[in-house]
DNA sequence: CTTTTATTGTGACGACGTCAAGATTGTTGA
DNA sequence: TCAACAATCTTGACGTCGTCACAATAAAAG
């Protein structure tokens, strides 16, 4: 989606210095060989080499390995936000929700190195104002999807931990793999096993409500 | 727990090399620098010095840096069934699940960077056997309380699902930061948050019975 | 006691992240 | 127009890392 965009910066903006923007030439090479390689697997001299620059370049942009990753982590949520934007408009009540979630899944099923990035590798600091505004534009469409289920102004506390948490773990484990069932690719049969897990997400954030003890009234 | 045991090893065990048994010393002093370090900071050539042995010794026993790690996480799966096993043991119904996710999320809590290991590090090898083994340890427990809450013989694949995606997903948002409140130490505050979401996971796991659409029946 | 095997140490290699210093290009002000 | 300046990029070096081949050592076997 940036190729036409590209090319129109490439005339508007207004080329800040030598080599065309190689700050974001640099920071989509990061993303892309962190999803070949791994986290683990990435190496700043290697994205150097692919955005055809000196090993040290990017240090000159990002400062670290830490800096360049966190960059790459914090497009990762501005992504994540449009997507789940996205997945809620033009709905209303509890299916805002249960769309929400799946598409959360899905984001981590469709890019799963990257998600991880985002939420655990100890290669981004999340200090780092840039990612925390990021994240926060995420967290903000999963605080108005709650509020929009429970068909209340503000979202409880309780029930969105619950429902985060929910579909938070289910695409971890699918992730990760201790859920999924041999032979079967990721994108396919891996995300109905999250139906069941969103349906009971919905089903506790819409109907429990703090009833302690007290089944029989 | 394991100096009176060591003691005793030293004496029964047939003592099969010449440095006592490296390997696990080896294995103990990296899951140590591993929770000082983080995953990332690792390094075998410092575990090495720490064992006080030649950097290359690692190597002779575990292969390579994924090896040695993929131990850890194996002993760290064995842990947590332990550790599910007894806070399970001594209840019955629904109570059994409510006390599992608890020590799951303690468990989580004490040891995150561990946990984190165990789960989603790309420095694991997961087809390793011994590692895949504990894990099933873990997830019996798990299976166990589920069936046992629902006063079923056998544990509800759906059911199952959600159930561990709820304490996993809570207990991963509360390690990764983004749920803790600032300022408020992770075993005390975070662990309390985990209630309302055990709570809901708990009473989604007993009530819903795939009843779809017919609210009103 | 000798041979074989298992365990550990030495040394070397290339790749990595980071830093300092120099080279190159764009900008600014007269 | 041009010189001074700042921003951007390259070169080169340093120490650390993982891994490998090979040597050394100690245990086991015969």
Redo the contacts with the bound molecule.
């Keep these: 989606m940036s190729e036409t965009i590209e090319a129109q910066e490439r005339v508007t903006a207004?080329?800040?210095?030598?080599?065309?923007?190689?700050?974001r030439v640099l920071a989509e090479a990061a993303a892309a060989l962190v999803r070949e390689t791994g986290v683990n697997g990435?190496?700043?001299?290697?994205?150097?080499?692919r955005a055809?620059?000196?090993?040290?370049?990017?240090?000159?942009?990002y400062?670290?390995?830490?800096g360049l990753l966190t960059e790459v982590a914090a497009r990762g949520f501005l992504d994540l936000a449009r997507a789940l934007a996205s997945a809620c408009s033009g709905t209303s009540g509890a299916p805002v929700l249960a769309r929400l979630a799946r598409r959360y899944v899905d984001f981590a099923l469709t890019d799963p190195i990257i998600f991880g990035l985002m939420f655990h590798s100890d290669r981004v600091n999340r200090g780092s104002p840039r990612f925390q505004r990021a994240g926060e534009e995420a967290f903000a469409q999963l605080v108005r999807a709650v509020a929009e289920a429970r068909g209340q102004p503000t979202a409880d506390a309780d029930a969105l931990r619950f429902a985060w948490a929910s579909m938070h773990g289910m695409a971890m484990l699918l992730i990760d793999g201790p859920l999924v069932p041999a032979g079967g690719n990721r994108r396919g049969g891996a995300a109905d096993l999250a139906t069941g897990t969103i349906e009971r997400m919905v089903f506790a954030v819409t109907r429990f409500d703090g009833q302690r003890k007290s089944r029989s009234g």
């Design positions: 207004p080329r800040p210095y030598h080599h065309g923007d190689l700050a990435f190496s700043l001299r290697e994205c150097a080499r055809g620059v000196a090993h040290s370049a990017p240090g000159h942009h400062g670290d390995v830490t």
